[in-house]
């Protein structure tokens, strides 16, 4: 089956700066890569998401590339501010046996002032 | 238009015992998956149910089961709890499944003790 793998863990950057989050899947038949984002005592919310057929996406800070030929993909968030303080998810559909979805380990992002 | 709901918010069980958690999805939403969150395990997919239908599957044993009622709202159940079983239980809807986009209730904490 799909497995997904997200680093780093935890990330703590200075606010304003960017952040960078990846992924790798090794399913090469994986199509669609959502990003979610979990503030605590919630449900994951989607911020950002990808299909195979696109190599980069944007959302006013929100950046997503992917690449398929590594088996790639990475959220980048520039200007980061104290509220995108989170844990960030990526995730991949898998159409074989039929749509399967496979979350990456997650990664604590800390904005600090 | 209102999020997806899950009842109860929280949850204790000993051992041994059987559990039915409830999600309420969006109004229109065909979908609904749910997903079992734990820090060491991570996120993981349970099952989707499609117009009363099971559609897909995770890995987890057949103690985990769920339905789906004519009006979208669905059931998953828990028997012979264990202590493992301890996690945040999430459910997700969407209009027609995985590529469009899952909108997350806020989950039900289950404590085994």
């Known amino acids: 089956g799909e497995n997904v793998e997200q680093h780093p863990s935890t990330l703590s950057v200075q606010e304003g700066d960017s952040a960078v989050i990846k992924c790798t899947y090794s399913?090469?038949?994986?199509?669609?890569f959502p990003w979610y984002k979990q503030e605590l005592g919630k449900g994951p919310q989607l911020i950002i998401d990808?299909?195979?057929?696109?190599g980069e996406k944007k959302d006013q800070r929100i950046a997503v590339t992917l690449n398929k030929t590594a088996k790639h993909f990475s959220l980048h968030i520039t200007e980061t501010q104290p509220e995108d303080s989170a844990v960030y998810f990526c995730a991949a559909i898998s159409p074989g046996g039929g749509n399967k979805l496979t979350f990456g380990t997650g990664t604590q992002l800390k904005v600090e002032l | 238009k209102a999020g997806v709901t899950q009842t109860p918010r929280y949850l204790i069980k000993t051992r041994g015992q059987q559990v039915t958690l409830s999600c309420s999805p969006i109004s229109g939403h065909r979908s609904v998956s749910w997903y079992q969150q734990t820090p060491g395990q991570g996120l993981q997919f349970l099952f989707e149910?499609?117009?009363?239908?099971?559609?897909n599957k995770g890995n987890f044993p057949g103690r985990f089961s769920g339905r789906q009622f004519s009006n979208s709202r669905s059931e998953m159940n828990v028997s012979t709890l264990e202590l493992g079983d301890s996690a945040l239980y999430l459910c997700?809807?969407?209009?027609?499944?995985?590529?469009?986009?899952?909108?997350f209730g806020p989950g039900t904490r289950l404590t085994v003790l």
């Open positions: 399913d090469s038949a994986s199509n669609y």
């Open positions: 990808i299909r195979s057929n696109v």
């Open positions: 149910y499609f117009s009363e239908t099971q559609r």
């Open positions: 997700a809807s969407s209009l027609e499944g995985f590529l469009d986009e899952q909108f």
